[in-house]
């Protein structure tokens, strides 16, 4: 069980480039969460699988050498599913399918990769921590900073848009 959790059901072991292939895996159980249940059930979603990632990410790197072996990416889910909140909540507010935003779903991706591998500020000091909840932290942080960006970038987008 713990394996399974933290490497998102064997996700982890996929090379190159398992982050990636976490964060990809995250769109479409993010897209299902939230055509079953609305943005509300993604974000409860998301507080689960940061709970439970916390926890098997802190039984599976017990006693070994690195704090954040590259299979563990239910880390990259977390936050990659934050970055999917302001989609979840806009197509919902909006009356619009989840998959009409997909310009949205292309930033959220490529925003919440080039904050998790970049390790800006915050994401940066968390991911220092060295322990299970700075694995788990670091993607959070930079799940919520892409998200900020999907914002911004839709904001952009519609104020050209309505000129």
């Known amino acids: 069980m713990i394996r399974l959790i933290a490497t998102f059901g064997y996700i982890g072991y ?3 480039a398992p982050g990636t292939w976490g964060s990809l895996a995250a769109l479409p159980t993010g897209w299902a ?11 409860v979603a ?9 926890w098997a990410t802190t039984r599976m790197t017990a006693g070994q050498p690195g704090h954040d072996p ?36 292309i930033a959220a ?5 080039l904050f998790d591998i970049t390790k800006w500020g915050p994401v940066g000091w968390a991911d ?15 799940g919520v900073f892409a998200a900020i ?9 519609h104020m050209v848009l309505m000129s």
Do not use: C, H, K
């Open 14 to 16: 996929l090379r190159p």
């Open 33 to 43: 969460l939230m055509v079953l249940g609305g943005p509300w059930l993604l974000v």
């Open 46 to 54: 998301t507080v689960l699988i940061f709970v439970a990632g916390t």
């Open 70 to 105: 590259s299979e563990i990416v239910v880390d990259e889910v977390a936050g990659q599913w934050i970055a999917l909140w302001p989609l979840a909540f806009g197509a919902a507010n909006a009356g619009a399918s989840y998959t009409a935003l997909w310009p949205g779903w």
């Open 109 to 113: 991706f490529l925003l919440f990769r």
């Open 128 to 142: 220092r921590r060295n322990d299970a909840m700075g694995v788990m932290l670091d993607d959070v942080i930079a």
């Open 149 to 157: 960006g999907v914002v911004i970038l839709a904001g952009l987008f």
